[in-house]
């Protein structure tokens, strides 16, 4: 009797399980809604364009409403006062028409560590920046710029008439305090940034006049140029990993920040300041103070300024009343007066609310494998579904530990190509691209998209990275790996028993790196090749490779398709992040003071390329490039599986009332998607 | 019974004091720091460290010197007054904790009370009518809530919530409300949100106090004194709720002190699940970037209050139950 | 009281019965007659022989994937062919929808796929020694979309069921060591604490405090980063459990100690003492048989929170990981949305997790209800 009760309560839960999940089979055999779904996910990459010509400049300009009632009440001063010189302006072109003011952006992140979400938005105060294809370098800042024949001298033509947002004017000695007084004040950036480097040698910034700043340097660094354009520290503008810890530049509010240096007060009023506030020392407020995130009074020149900051529940922007951008009409740029963003404790819960069509246009912790809830919830949501294609080989590269020294036999092993190319066939993509990618991504080698400018063309994408079981197999035989145990896994050569592998994973990132671990372990069952799948904590799964400790690791390789301006993830060259040998990257950074040479001929080739390339020539530097990858191909010290895909922050929900919204946009790094496509041009319908 | 009471304290602080020490060394027995995590972290979303600014960082956090400074430095801060700065949210850890802990000693409270409310009854109900078929139905439905993984049962609600009734995923507020200030408005808001986290909070615990309080309240009802009330012509519920219950309530005062610490940190997992911004989510995403001040901080404040719960349920006992009382002297 | 009293015709034998009657045989027959507690005993029988017999029921290598069998709802077994008894399922041709981007299967009503009881599968070592390919049911030759899929398929298109059966070996016997070794902590140490009172008394209560101080989630953080970096991941949490075993202890010997203190006016007690029995035998001979049965309802209502925990871990990714297979790691793969809308079957894992935290509860219960002389 009182079994039949239990069993009639968990035939109710189960019930509810089924129901649930037949809602979802329901919605499958139902009419396809009238939203744009299918292979057209993937649109035309579009984007707007920047109008460099000042004759065709509009000459009378508008502001937003809510601008408006602040200048009425005498606040502000009027908007042509507010923006630069008309012919100084950022003019833009929006992708589809002029747009309307007004409108509360809702996103969501996921913590005070998630600034990148509102960075890459507002990203407009970058030097210089790339425009929607991600190819071209157009001004953003600075109206213009200049290498000097002999590359030694990068120029940039600041925008007379700009303010900070605060309405102080932005002139060329902002750049000059953020030299003088921050970069190379030991005390607060003990180590100068490597891309402000040539050679090891480091750049100095001088200022020209009022507007103009010469970024000058001992020998040729033609490169610099993209490393202004770029995510990088020297580019950096504050919306530039400069949220917390970066003391980005290269230009900081001097009228500002001297109140906390001590400088311009004394070191034990700086440090009484500090400590008065609850920091242990004036270093520490400066950088709190520094956070364009984290503080809301600190002046930026960014198209939105943060009101509450990220370390609430709600990180919400508003937008800077100084903006230094129109569109072709006149109109003071951005349209949306308000980005808000709400906290949600784990991936799970923004997805859902995404779902729900909580968000106005979301692309970060969207997950791939949700692909098919959000087409399902389309119509319910008012939202159409992007997919944006990612640039770089593998979403999941399985990084080769070639500096590993643990195991002796492993350790040889490792270090022979043929063992690594082994490796490589023994994968079948093409499963692996079906069960996590949903078929969408590109099986095949680390190498970046054939119509990246680096790529060195098709083939490579597919070099050693195909499934080819007969030629592993004789591979391995051929490395004196030919003996076989009774399940048929391959012995050691030197006679311990069976050869066991080790890769590491880490759980819970965008990609499912343990399940695709899982996957690749019973592959190479039929190449004799036992490996151990390991997950691992992510900051221990780092710190074992920074001690050398990982055979193979399985992690990302974005940001590789730009090879010079993120190199980390395809050579072993930087000494902070490094996965592919990071003794190799501590005596690649440090010139061979510190770390270990590596053995292997071709990867001291390709370093000493990747080296030259600072200074030389476009031409040169991108013959290097194609160089560097068909040797990275060439060696296989990454594996590629599948890429090229949007799993990687491509999955993006527009709701269907946004205007201006590109279809497909460039999906990459140094584009700070989704800067490229210029958020200060969508608007609300 | 001064004595006693003063013997107790001293004794406290010195556990409280042998807690912190324990709780640094959990806190830095993973391998690398905060600055490991944060690089870590930045590369998972597709950004960048470089090698000069992780090491300016860890001069400045102090995470290159051994951890016996750092342990005194914490300490020496901590006797201040001053807990730290929390590194990955730039502010101090008393404003971050603080920030969370209404909400979450609301929730608790919450759900402790759904709980109580919900258990006590069915357990007095099911020992008065015993083996009756609600008896066994209740038990039944209570032990299914034990049995269910808490977590699964959270998305499960949530996703159900979200479906059939359209309602706000996860969180406590509507996103009007949560960053207006306090409001009547607000207020109701929260009330709304508020019984999907406490049923999914409550319900393990509910099967628990069902089973306590009927084994506590049968062992009572056999006693002579119950049949002696009822021979002498008192009514059955009074016979039943004036005395019986009460004493049966006795072994639950003294489970009130273990309470402290639940409702502060509130449950781990499901917070992380619903989404709910309390001190749960905060010390587990601490630990896992190595924020030393943070997570330690938490940690600590939840061993004293375990202490301080321990000795105030002993405390409660000793007045409720003379038998204790009047044993010690 | 009343489930004691005999009916009169076996009147004088039945007491005869119960006056000779050991404790144990006692506690049987008080047991026998809470069926809800005869129900979960018999059920975890069942769990136990699944864990012991796990090989023999799955019909696949629970590890082996393919992406072409990704995402198969469980399947509809056809019982007669002809009208003969002869159990089979339909072949599966699996696509993917280029609109919904869903897997979508079509039964190929052309390729019967004859399911064999005591059929002849994947070899395997049967305790670890004998080696045997035979199983409960399977399917010869089974190709990819070929074969039998009772519960569906996950992700990476790895049978369920066969999976289910290799989780429950796990997580019904994972937990049993950490439990054990908290029990004869908590009974050494809370009798120690207990019997001799005093100094040694209030060390070990403050011991036990302190520990229970520890919020278990950062110090399992910690243990499991700590740990050699080249054991297993069942290896890792084996040690863990013992960890945390040395720490969970505590409540029984809470419990203990205060029998004990109770106890120690007993009579019986005084009369040992007064005999001149040793303290070891007063100990283990007199006072433990009193409130051992409570252990044991204790130390069985141990287990399933034990399971709810791993459970809990693994979702926090700090408990079992793949490749291990447990419950746990069943569960992280169903929680998230799209198991919830479009492959629901993946929830299965949480009924085992369910039935079995019900059964140890119910027969914990009933252990407890037996044991104790007064009701």
């Given at each position: 009797?009182?079994?039949m009760?239990?069993v009639?309560v ?10 649930i ?5 329901a919605?499958q ?7 744009k779904?299918?292979?057209s ?8 364009t ?9 000459t009378?300009?508008?502001?937003a409403?809510?601008l408006?009632e602040?200048v009425k009440?005498?606040?502000?001063p ?21 747009g309307?003011?007004g409108?509360?952006?809702r996103r969501a ?13 507002n990203?407009?105060?970058?030097i ?6 991600g ?8 109206r213009?710029?200049k290498?000097?024949d ?9 925008r007379?008439g700009?303010r900070w ?9 902002d750049f ?29 910034i001088?200022?020209?006049?009022d507007?103009?700043?010469a970024?000058e340097?001992p ?7 993209y490393q202004l354009a ?8 504050f919306?530039?990993?400069?949220a917390?810890q ?5 230009y900081?509010?001097?009228h ?10 004394s ?9 008065d506030?609850?920091?242990d ?5 400066l ?10 009074e600190?002046p930026v ?7 509450s900051?990220i370390n ?12 230094w ?8 740029l951005?349209?949306?007066d308000?980005?808000t963003m ?11 609310r995404?779902?729900a069509g909580?968000?106005?246009i ?7 494998s949700?692909?098919p ?8 949501g008012?939202?159409t579904?992007?997919?944006d294609p ?8 399985i990084?080769i ?19 690594r ?12 691209n ?13 190498a ?11 083939e490579w994408?597919?070099?050693w990275g195909v499934l ?8 391995l ?8 145990d009774s399940d048929?896994y391959?012995l050691?050569?030197d ?5 066991r ?12 790196y343990t399940q695709?671990?899982e996957?690749?372990?019973?592959q190479?069952k ?5 490996v151990d799948?390991?997950?691992l904590?992510r900051?221990?799964a ?11 690791i399985t ?17 072993p ?13 501590k ?9 270990k ?7 001291l080739r390709a ?14 530097r991108?013959?290097?490039?194609k160089?560097i ?5 060439e ?10 895909s949007?799993?990687?922050m491509?999955?993006?929900l527009?709701k ?8 497909r946009?460039?999906?990459a ?10 958020p200060?041009?969508?608007y609300?319908? | 019974m ?13 556990t ?12 830095h027995l ?17 950004s960048?460290?470089s090698?000069?600014e ?6 400045q956090?102090?995470?290159d ?11 020496g801060?901590?006797l ?7 590194m990955?949210?730039?502010r ?6 603080g920030d ?15 709980t ?11 020992a008065?009518y015993r ?7 209740f038990?039944f439905v209570g032990?299914?809530?034990l049995?269910?993984?808490g ?12 479906a ?9 507020f ?6 207006a200030?306090?409001s009547?408005?607000?207020a ?15 319900v ?9 309080m ?11 004194y119950?049949v002696?009330?009822r021979?002498?012509g008192l ?9 019986p219950?009460r ?9 009130i002190g273990y309470?402290l610490p ?5 449950s781990?997992?499901?917070s992380?699940?619903l989404?709910?911004?309390t001190?749960g989510?905060l010390?587990l995403?601490?630990?896992i970037?190595?924020?030393m ?12 209050l375990?202490?301080v719960?321990?000795f105030l ?8 139950d003379?038998?204790i009382r009047?044993?010690?002297? | 009281?009343a489930e ?10 039945a007491?005869?019965r119960?006056?000779?009657?050991t404790?144990?045989q006692?506690?049987?027959?008080r047991?026998r ?6 129900a979960g005993?018999l059920v975890l029988?069942g769990?136990y022989l ?5 090989e ?12 072409q ?6 399947q509809?077994i056809h019982?007669?062919?002809?009208g ?6 339909y072949g599966?041709k ?10 979508v299967?079509?039964?190929?009503t ?5 399911i ?8 395997y070592?049967f ?5 045997m ?13 070929e074969?039998?899929f009772?519960?569906g ?20 016997t ?5 439990v054990?070794?908290?029990l004869?902590?908590?009974?050494v ?11 040694i ?5 403050r011991?036990?405090?302190i ?26 949490y084996?040690?863990?459990t013992?960890i945390i075993s040395?720490i969970?202890?505590?409540?029984l010997?809470?419990v203990?100690?205060?029998?004990f ?9 005084m009369a040992?003492e007064l ?13 433990v ?7 044991i309802?204790?130390?069985t209502?141990a287990i399933?929170a034990i399971?709810i925990?791993?459970?809990s871990l693994?979702f926090l990714g700090?408990?079992?990981r ?9 569960l ?16 299965i ?9 019900l059964?140890?509860n ?14």
């Open positions: 009797m009182k079994l009760r239990a009639s968990l035939v109710g839960f189960g019930l509810l399980v089924l129901s999940g037949s809602g979802g089979a919605a055999t139902a009419a396809p809604a009238p939203v779904i299918g292979s996910l993937i649109g035309k990459l579009e984007g707007p920047i109008i460099t010509d000042a004759k065709t400049f509009p009378s300009f508008k502001e409403p809510m408006a602040q009440a005498g606040k502000l009027a908007v042509d006062k507010r923006l630069p010189e008309p012919s100084q302006l950022f003019v833009v072109k929006p992708l589809n028409e002029i309307k003011y409108g509360n952006w992140f996921t913590g005070p560590a998630d600034h990148e979400n509102g960075n890459r938005i990203s407009a105060d970058k210089l920046t790339f425009d929607y294809t190819t071209k370098i157009i001004p953003s800042l600075a213009d710029w290498v000097s002999d590359g030694k001298t990068t120029t940039i033509y600041l007379k700009a947002s605060d309405g102080t004017p932005f002139t060329a000695n000059v305090f953020w030299y003088e007084d921050i970069y190379l004040n030991k005390n607060i950036v003990p180590t100068p940034f490597f891309e402000f480097q040539i050679d090891g040698k480091d750049g100095k001088r200022k020209i006049d507007y103009t700043v970024f340097f020998e040729p660094y033609a490169f610099f140029v770029g995510s990088t520290g020297i580019g950096a503008g919306a530039t990993r400069g917390f970066n003391w980005g530049g290269a900081a509010p001097a500002y920040l001297k109140q906390f240096l001590p400088k311009y007060s070191e034990e009023a700086a440090n009484k300041k500090a400590k506030l609850g920091f020392s004036w270093v520490s407020l950088r709190n103070r520094y956070s364009w995130a984290l503080n809301p600190l020149m960014t198209p939105w300024r943060t009101v900051p609430t529940p709600t990180w919400s922007m508003e937008r800077n009343p100084y903006f951008g129109v569109d072709t009409a006149g109109n003071q951005p349209y949306i308000r980005i709400t906290l949600a404790e784990n991936a799970e819960v923004a997805n859902l995404a779902i909580e968000y106005d979301q692309e970060r912790h969207m997950h791939l949700k692909l809830v959000f087409l399902e919830n389309a119509k319910k008012n939202y579904v992007h997919l990612g640039l770089n080989g593998a979403d999941a590269a990084h530990g070639n500096s590993y020294e643990g195991d002796p036999e492993i350790a040889k092993l490792l270090r022979n190509k043929d063992f190319h082994a490796l490589a066939l023994g994968i079948d993509r093409d499963q692996l079906e069960a996590f990618w949903l078929g969408v991504g590109s099986p095949g080698s680390v970046p998209a054939p119509d990246t400018i680096y790529s060195p063309g098709p994408n597919k070099k080819d079981l007969k030629q592993a197999n004789e591979l035989d051929k490395v004196g790996l030919s003996k076989k048929g391959r050691r050569s006679g311990k028993g069976r050869l592998l080790e890769m590491v994973t880490v759980g819970g990132q965008f990609v499912p695709i671990g996957m690749v372990k019973q190479w039929k190449i004799g090749i036992d799948i390991k997950e904590e900051n221990l780092f710190t074992r490779d920074e001690n050398n400790q990982n055979q193979m992690w990302a390789n974005d940001g590789s398709e730009v090879l010079f301006l993120f190199p980390r993830h395809a050579l060259v930087d000494a902070a992040e490094s996965h592919m040998g990071m003794a190799y990257a005596w690649y950074a440090s010139k061979g003071a510190s770390g040479k590596p053995e292997d001929p071709e990867m370093f000493d390329l990747f080296r030259a390339s600072f200074g030389a020539k476009e031409d040169d991108v013959k290097n490039a160089e990858w068909k040797i990275i191909v060696q296989t010290w990454s594996i590629g599986t599948v890429g090229q949007p799993a990687f491509g999955v993006r527009v269907n009332n946004m205007g201006n919204v590109p279809d946009q460039v999906n790094q140094h584009a700070r998607t989704p800067y490229t496509s210029m200060i041009t969508f609300f319908k | 001064l004595a006693y009471i003063v013997r107790r304290l001293l004794l406290a602080v010195l409280v004091w042998a807690i912190s020490v324990l709780s640094f060394i959990i806190i993973p391998p690398g720091d905060y600055v490991t995590s944060y690089i870590a972290s930045m590369s998972a979303s597709g960048a460290v090698e000069g992780a090491k300016a960082l860890r001069e956090l102090g995470l010197k051994p951890i016996t400074i750092q342990y005194m430095k914490w300490m801060l901590m201040q007054g001053n807990f730290g700065m929390a990955e949210w730039g101090p850890v008393t404003d971050v904790i969370r802990l209404t909400l979450t000693v609301v929730i608790s409270l919450a759900a402790i009370v759904f109580w409310a919900l258990a006590l009854p069915i357990g007095i109900y099911s008065v083996y009756s078929f609600l008896d066994y139905l038990t032990f299914v809530g049995a269910i993984p977590f699964l049962l959270a998305l499960i609600v949530m996703y159900v919530g979200f059939w009734f359209g309602a706000n995923v996860g969180g406590l509507s996103p009007e409300f949560a960053e200030p306090w009547f408005a607000k109701w808001d929260l009330t709304k949100h508020l019984p999907i986290p406490a049923i999914v909070l409550g393990a615990g509910t099967a628990q106090l069902i089973r306590i009927r084994s506590n309240l049968l062992d009572e009802l056999r006693k002579p119950v002696t009330a021979a002498r009514p059955e519920y009074r016979v039943i709720m004036k005395y219950v004493v049966a309530l006795n072994p639950f005062i003294s489970t309470l639940y409702v502060v940190s509130g781990i997992i499901v992380l699940v989404s709910l911004p001190v989510p010390l995403k601490a630990l970037a190595q924020d001040f943070l997570a330690g901080t938490i940690v600590l404040l939840l061993g004293v375990t202490v719960g321990t349920s002993d405390l409660l006992l000793m007045w409720v003379p038998r009047l044993g010690r002297e | 009281m004691l009293a005999a009916p009169p015709e076996a009147g004088i034998q007491e005869q119960i006056a000779v009657a404790q144990w006692l506690m049987w027959w047991f007659k809470h069926k809800l507690a005869l005993t029988i769990f699944v864990a012991v017999f796990a023999f029921l799955a019909y696949v290598d629970p590890q082996e994937s393919d992406a069998r990704s995402l198969i709802a469980p509809s019982w007669s062919d002809d003969r008894f002869a159990p089979y399922v599966l699996g696509t993917r929808d280029p609109v919904t981007f869903k897997r299967y079509v039964p190929d052309s390729k019967k796929v004859p064999t009881f005591f059929g002849r599968g994947e070899h070592q305790l670890g020694l004998i080696p390919d035979r199983h409960l049911f399977a399917v010869e030759d089974a190709k990819v979309a074969s039998l009772l519960m398929t996950d992700t990476q298109g790895r049978d369920l069921w066969s999976r289910l059966m290799y989780a429950t070996r796990t997580s019904m994972i937990g049993l060591v950490s054990a070794l908290s004869v902590l908590g009974v140490l809370g009798g120690i604490s207990g019997y001799f009172g005093g100094v008394d209030t060390i070990i209560q011991i036990i405090e520990l229970r101080s520890i919020p278990t989630i950062p110090l399992w953080m910690g243990l499991a980063a700590a740990l050699p970096g080249d054991w297993s991941v069942v290896q890792v084996f040690a863990i013992i040395l969970g202890w505590t409540e010997a809470r203990v100690r205060g029998r203190i109770s106890l120690k006016e007993e009579d019986f007690v040992a005999v001149g029995c040793s303290k070891a035998r007063i100990i283990f001979r007199h006072m048989p009193s409130f051992i049965s409570h252990i309802a204790a130390t209502l399933p399971i925990s791993e459970t693994s700090l408990g079992l793949p490749p291990a297979i447990s419950w746990g790691v069943l992280q793969d169903a929680q998230n949305i799209q198991a919830l809308v479009i492959s629901p079957w993946l929830l894992p949480s009924f085992a997790v369910i039935v079995a935290v059964a140890f119910f027969m914990g219960d009933g252990i407890r209800d037996a044991a104790d002389p007064y009701l």
